[in-house]
C-alpha cells in the first residue's frame, strides 16, 4: 500500500521509453490545442478591429490594446510557438526535448492566466467564467500531467481566481435594481445599491460550483493520466518483446554473438558484392574438445559459462569478421585468410586457460572457395569447414584442419550415403555379413553376428566404419538396422525352409534407435512375420549406449528379455564405467573388447585383466565371449580360463551366408550338433 500510493500520485521513476511516450502523447495533443486557440484568437483580434474601426467602441484604441489586444496577441504568438515545436518535433526535427517542454509549460500558464484575466472581467460583469473554465479543461485534458503536478496546477490557479473575484462586488444585483428602478423610491434604491457594493465574497451557490469544476477537472486529469500511463507501459512490454524477439532472430540467445539466421543472411550478402576479394576468405568452423565432458563433470551452468567466454574469445579475436554460433559447443567464423593461422594458434592457446581438470582443446576447420566456384553456399562451405573439423576429433597433436582434395572426396561420399540410404534399402545394396562366434570347447559354431556391408554400384563394397557413423551423425541408422533385422529373418525363414543349419544370431543395435523408432517392436514383429524363435535371435547393445540412454535403454531391456530375447553387452571395457552397468543392468552375454587382445604377447597385464573378467561373468552367471582373436595362442588362453566364446579373424572374416555354407560343406568350419539342420 505505501508503493501504491506514491505511484498513484505520479512520484514513481518511470522509464525513458514512458517518458517519451508521454512527451509524444502531448506534442500530438498541441496541435489541436494550438490550433483551437490560434483560430479563436485570430477570430477575436479581428472582431475586435472591426469593432472599433466601425464605431461600436466608444473607448481609445489604447484601452482595448491594453486590457484585451495584447493578451489575444500573446496567447495567439504562444499557440503558434506551440505548433511550430510540435510539428518540428513529429517530423524528426526537433531534437532537443526541452524546447517542446518549455512550449508547453509557456503555452500552458499563458493560456490559463489568459482565462483567469478574461474570466475576472467577466465576472464583475455580470457574465459566465467559461473562458476560465474551458482554458482549465484545455491545458488540465488535452496535455498530460502527473497526478501531483495536475492537483498542484488545478489548485493554484483556482484559490488564485476566487482570491481575485472573492473582493469583487458582481454587478448583476446592481443591474437587476437599475432594471426596476421605477418600482423603488429614490431612498429604496440608494439603500439596495449601497448593500450591493458592501456585499463581498462568493454566494455558496458560486462556492459549489467552482468546487465541482475543480474536482471534476482533477479526476479528468487523473484519469487521463493513468489511462495514457497503462497505454504507455503496455507499449514499453510489446516494445520490450519485439526488440527481443528480433534480438533473438539474429543473436544467440546464450552467448550473445550472432547465430546462424544471421550469419547466412550477411554471409551471401558478402559474397554478393562485387568489392569482396573471395580468393581471400576462408570460412572457420570451431569445436571445443571435450565439452561434453566439461559439462557432465561441471553441470550445465559453468558449462554455459564455458561457451559464453569462448564466444567472446573468438569474437574479439575475429574483430571485423562474421562470427556466430551455429549450436552447441560450435563457432563458425568468415574472415579473411591472411594472418587467420596465427589467430587460430593464439584461440587454441587460450582455451587451456578455460580448463580445469578436464583437457580442452580448440579443433578448427577451415575451407576456403575454390576459385571455379562461381557461387559459393554458406550452408555448403560451413559444412565443409565442419568435416574438416570431424576429421581431426580424438588426434590430439592436431587442431587445424584445412578442407582438402581428399576431404573434398570424402565429403561427397558423406553426402552420397545420406541421399542414398533409401535407395541402397529398396534396391539391395544393403547385405548382410555373418561372423562366426565358435564353442571354445570344440571350435563348433554356436552363433553367427550379423554385419552391415554396402555394396554400391558406384564406390564398391564400403566398409561399415564409413556409412554407420555417417547414418549415426545424421539420424538415419534406424533404417539400415531395420533393414538388417528384416534380412536376418529372411535369411532364417530360407534355412529353416530348406533344412539347413542355421545358428542363432546377434544383432548390434544403435543408440539412436531407441530415439528414433520402436526399434523392439520392428524386431518382434520382423520375428513374427518370418516365424523365427526366440533363441535365433539375440539383441547387441554397447556400452557407450548404456551411458547416453539409461532409462530408456533400461525399459526396452526388460522388455526384450520378458519376451525371451537374450540380451549381450558388446565392447565390454571400451568405457569406463562398466562395471557400473553391470551392477545395474541384466545381461546374458558378456562381449569383450577386441582391444584387451591387442599386445597380447607382450603386455602381461592382459592375461591377468582377461581371467578376472572371465570369473566375473562365470560369478554372474553370464557367458563370456571375447571378440578379436586372431592367433591360436589367444583362442588357447581363452579356452584354457573357462571363457565360454571366441569371435575373429582365426575362424572367419564376415562373409555372406553363402560363402559360410560354402566354408562349412568344405569342412572349414563346422556348425555345432544343435544347429546342424532347423526345420520348418
Request: charge should be negative.
Amino acid at each position: 500500500m505505501s508503493k501504491k500510493i506514491p505511484r498513484w500520485l505520479g512520484f514513481d521513476k518511470q522509464s525513458d521509453y514512458v517518458r517519451t511516450y508521454f512527451f509524444n502523447t502531448n506534442m500530438r495533443a498541441s496541435i489541436h490545442m494550438s490550433l483551437i486557440v490560434i483560430v479563436l484568437e485570430i477570430w477575436m483580434i479581428v472582431r475586435m478591429l472591426n469593432q472599433y474601426f466601425s464605431g461600436q467602441l466608444p473607448k481609445p484604441f489604447s484601452y482595448y490594446f491594453s486590457n484585451y489586444l495584447i493578451f489575444y496577441i500573446v496567447l495567439l504568438s504562444s499557440g503558434i510557438f506551440m505548433l511550430v515545436c510540435a510539428l518540428l518535433h513529429i517530423r524528426g526535427k526537433l531534437k532537443r526535448r526541452w524546447i517542446g517542454t518549455l512550449a508547453k509549460w509557456l503555452f500552458a500558464g499563458i493560456s490559463l492566466y489568459f482565462g483567469i484575466r478574461i474570466s475576472i472581467g467577466d465576472y464583475t460583469k455580470g457574465e459566465q467564467i467559461l473562458t476560465f473554465l474551458t482554458m482549465e479543461l484545455f491545458v488540465m485534458c488535452l496535455f498530460v500531467w502527473r497526478p501531483f503536478v495536475g492537483f498542484l496546477i488545478l489548485t493554484l490557479t483556482y484559490l488564485f481566481y476566487v482570491s481575485r473575484i472573492s473582493g469583487i462586488a458582481p454587478v448583476s444585483g446592481a443591474y437587476s435594481v437599475l432594471s426596476k428602478l421605477s418600482e423603488y423610491t429614490p431612498e429604496e434604491a440608494y439603500e439596495k445599491l449601497q448593500a450591493i457594493r458592501e456585499t463581498r465574497g462568493l454566494s455558496q451557490a458560486t462556492q459549489i460550483n467552482l468546487f465541482t469544476m475543480w474536482l471534476s477537472t482533477l479526476i479528468i486529469s487523473f484519469s487521463n493520466y493513468h489511462k495514457t500511463l497503462t497505454q504507455a507501459l503496455k507499449d514499453e512490454h510489446l516494445e520490450e518483446v519485439n526488440a527481443y524477439l528480433n534480438k533473438i532472430s539474429v543473436n544467440d540467445e546464450l552467448t550473445g554473438i550472432h547465430n546462424m539466421v544471421f550469419f547466412r543472411s550477411e554471409a551471401e550478402k558478402l559474397l554478393g558484392y562485387i568489392t569482396t576479394d573471395k580468393e581471400n576468405i576462408v570460412f572457420l568452423y570451431f569445436d571445443i574438445e571435450n565439452f561434453k565432458y566439461y559439462n557432465e563433470k561441471y553441470g550445465f551452468h559453468e558449462g554455459n559459462e564455458l561457451l559464453r567466454k569462448v564466444a567472446k574469445m573468438i569474437d574479439s579475436a575475429f574483430t571485423g569478421s562474421l562470427v556466430s554460433r551455429l549450436s552447441d559447443d560450435h563457432f563458425v567464423v568468415l574472415t579473411r585468410y591472411d594472418g587467420c593461422d596465427e589467430i587460430i594458434r593464439t584461440l587454441g592457446a587460450k582455451i587451456h586457460e578455460f580448463q580445469r581438470e578436464v583437457h580442452l582443446e580448440l579443433k578448427c576447420g577451415a575451407y576456403r572457395p575454390m576459385q571455379e566456384e562461381e557461387t559459393i553456399d554458406p550452408s555448403v562451405a560451413c559444412d565443409r569447414a565442419r568435416f574438416a573439423c570431424n576429421s581431426i576429433k580424438k588426434r590430439y597433436e592436431q587442431t587445424f584442419q584445412m578442407y582438402d582434395k581428399t576431404l573434398e572426396d570424402r565429403f561427397h561420399l558423406k553426402q552420397y550415403i545420406i541421399n542414398s540410404i533409401d535407395t541402397a534399402i529398396e534396391s539391395g545394396y544393403i547385405k548382410v555379413f555373418y561372423q562366426p562366434v565358435v564353442n571354445t570347447a570344440d571350435r563348433s559354431i554356436v552363433g553367427l553376428e550379423a554385419l552391415a556391408r554396402w555394396q554400391d554400384p558406384n564406390y564398391g563394397l564400403l566398409p561399415p566404419g564409413v556409412f554407420i557413423e555417417i547414418l549415426e551423425e545424421h539420424r538415419l541408422i534406424h533404417k539400415l538396422d531395420q533393414c538388417i533385422i528384416q534380412q536376418v529373418c529372411r535369411d532364417y525363414r530360407e534355412a529353416a525352409d530348406k533344412g539347413l543349419a542355421f545358428a542363432p544370431v546377434s544383432l548390434n543395435f544403435s543408440r539412436l534407435d531407441f530415439e528414433l523408432c520402436d526399434i523392439v517392436g520392428y524386431f518382434e514383429e520382423k520375428a513374427r512375420e518370418y516365424g523365427v524363435p526366440q533363441e535365433y535371435l539375440d539383441v547387441e547393445i554397447t556400452e557407450s549406449a548404456l551411458s547416453d540412454q539409461q532409462n530408456l535403454l533400461q525399459a526396452a531391456m526388460r522388455r526384450l528379455r520378458q519376451d525371451g530375447y537374450k540380451v549381450w553387452l558388446d565392447d565390454f571395457g571400451s568405457g569406463y564405467s562398466s562395471l557400473n552397468f553391470l551392477k545395474d543392468y541384466q545381461f546374458d552375454v558378456l562381449k569383450i573388447d577386441m582391444k584387451f587382445l591387442s599386445g597380447f604377447s607382450d603386455n602381461l597385464k592382459t592375461r591377468p585383466i582377461l581371467q578376472n573378467i572371465v570369473n566375473l561373468t562365470q560369478q554372474l552367471d553370464m557367458v563370456s565371449l571375447t571378440e578379436g582373436v586372431e592367433t591360436p595362442e589367444q583362442f588357447d588362453f581363452l579356452a584354457k580360463i573357462g571363457c565360454s566364446r571366441a569371435q575373429g579373424y582365426l575362424f572367419s572374416k564376415p562373409v555372406p551366408i553363402a560363402d559360410l555354407r560354402e566354408r562349412i560343406d568344405k569342412g572349414e568350419l563346422h556348425v555345432n550338433a544343435r544347429y546342424t539342420a532347423i526345420s520348418a
